[in-house]
């Protein structure tokens, strides 16, 4: 029989209502475990705990929080290849990169670990003679996290950690298809001396723990990443009950390559941000515009790249890429390699259905070329292994193109021109500019977060995450 995991809730671990099959999508014979999935009233019972932790937390000691914090952070980064792995199996990105987001997931606890005793106010005077004016910082409540599978680990730390660190109470739903590293989350937080209720996990499917979160007056805030249609639901419901919301979103990342551009860079920057973590990233490159001038020999030298690639299982050493993460998502990438060429894209390689050692959802790196902007494939989010290649005749027409789009989260440039790099950070109208570096992959001690389509809200991350976590409080005093 697989392995149970339960739900924590109030600082006891409780089964759900139902369970659900959490698959190595490496290997769909693997079940990774069997994982609670709460009801209504199991997520009304954590919410109804992290309300009744929230005011001794609120006002605690400082120093047990960050104490707390650093021993979560320093627990998970000492257990970074075991955690790696556990989530690499129930996500499918490598081993590399399963251990690497469990790194990171350890540095932001440490990170807000710091934060937490740094937070500061500001004292002004009034315009009043007499009179003094404080401005602190307040935490909010009950904070709603809803996270993604694609970062089963860091996602989860860098909604917690911020939430914690500021004084707040916390109820986790996290994605459905990978639970798994957020359970060992919650359960190295259960040994960390929180005081019950304080953290609660709450597993199960948007529709009910997802949906309980967003309607309950008692949460004060949500935090979501996930699709665009799950977050608009989320945010017209947070706003008619006036409850703070943040959202993090999709992309359609453009990576600009010019003329001037270092061909290696350019083709780095191409498969890492496209197709490593099987371009399962809203931080993506799924649209490369490139310059006349350099477009064969870099459309040539991609495709030479992405033959040398090895698609597999994630766990096995060598492997480039994993698999895709399920059959529907399989499905999604799948017809969407369809829509392109029936738009008249030319798929140049990649996007067959590949059979290995073991049962998984393999897809080989899809790169289609003679895209254009307007067609689906270079408007829509994917969240799979498939770039497109859009032709531009100059710089001027490769900004316009990049900037073409509902979304805004990450655009990058490939090139050796200071005036090009320059005017790019300016005119990109993305809330992450990348030059010379992949759309995908960020560090975690400073703002995440992008414009129009993408996100909503504060910024997460680095002490930004301050604006979302917290209110603000000013106070007048006449001595
Ligand atoms: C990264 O590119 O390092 O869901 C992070 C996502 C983003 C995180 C990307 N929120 O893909």
Redesign the pocket.
């Known amino acids: 029989m697989a392995e149970q995991f339960r739900n924590y809730i109030a600082g006891e671990w409780v089964a759900g209502a139902t369970a659900s099959v959490n698959r190595n999508p490496s290997d769909t014979a693997d079940v990774v475990g069997e994982y609670a999935q709460a009801d209504a009233a199991q997520a009304k019972a954590a919410i109804a705990a992290a309300k009744r932790a929230f005011p001794a937390w609120a006002t605690g000691s400082i120093q047990e929080r960050a104490n707390i914090l650093d021993k979560v952070g320093a627990e998970i980064l000492a257990r970074r290849d075991e955690l790696g792995t556990l989530l690499s199996r129930e996500e499918g990105k490598t081993l590399p990169e399963g251990i690497g987001e469990a790194a990171?997931a350890g540095q932001i606890f440490r990170f807000f670990a710091g934060e937490v005793v740094r937070m500061a106010g500001e004292k002004l005077a009034s315009v009043r003679p007499g009179v003094d004016v404080e401005v602190t910082r307040e935490p909010l409540g009950v904070i709603g996290l809803i996270t993604?599978w694609?970062?089963p680990i860091?996602?989860p730390a860098w909604k917690i950690a911020p939430a914690l660190a500021y004084g707040n109470t916390v109820v986790c739903k996290p994605a459905d298809l990978a639970p798994g590293c957020a359970w060992a989350i919650a359960e190295i937080l259960s040994r960390a001396g929180l005081p019950p209720g304080v953290f609660n996990l709450a597993m199960g499917r948007g529709s009910v723990v997802g949906e309980a979160l967003v309607d309950d007056p008692d949460v004060t805030a949500i935090s979501f990443?996930?699709s665009v249609a799950t977050g608009r639901g989320i945010a017209a419901k947070a706003i008619a009950r006036m409850a703070k919301v943040q959202l993090?979103m999709g992309?359609k990342n453009p990576l600009v390559v010019l003329d001037d551009a270092d061909l290696p860079t350019a083709v780095n920057c191409a498969v890492q941000g496209s197709y490593y973590?099987t371009g399962?990233?809203?931080?993506?490159s799924s649209r490369l515009i490139v310059t006349a001038g350099i477009h064969d020999r870099f459309v040539a030298a991609v495709a030479d790249k992405l033959k040398t690639l090895r698609v597999d299982n994630a766990l096995l050493a060598g492997t480039d890429i994993g698999p895709v993460v399920d059959e529907s998502q399989l499905d999604v990438d799948c017809k969407y390699l369809e829509v392109g060429q029936a738009e008249g894209a030319r798929l140049l390689t990649g996007g067959e259905r590949l059979q290995r050692a073991t049962d998984g959802y393999y897809l080989s790196p899809a790169l289609f070329t003679e895209a254009s902007n307007a067609m689906r494939i270079a408007r829509e989010e994917i969240f799979g292994p498939v770039a497109c290649v859009i032709r531009a005749k100059d710089y001027d027409e490769a900004l316009a193109l990049a900037n073409d789009t509902e979304f805004g989260?990450?655009a990058g440039i490939v090139t050796t021109s200071l005036k090009y790099a320059t005017h790019f950070k300016r005119h990109s109208q993305a809330g992450m500019v990348m030059v010379n570096v992949p759309?995908?992959?960020?560090d975690y001690h400073v703002p995440?977060g992008g414009r129009k389509g993408s996100s909503y809200g504060p910024r997460?991350q680095g002490r930004y995450a301050a604006e979302f976590f917290t209110t603000v409080k000013t106070a007048y005093t006449a001595a």
């Open positions: 990171r993604p694609n970062f860091a996602i990443t996930g993090e992309g973590s399962q990233r809203c931080t993506a989260l990450s759309t995908a992959g960020v995440f997460e």
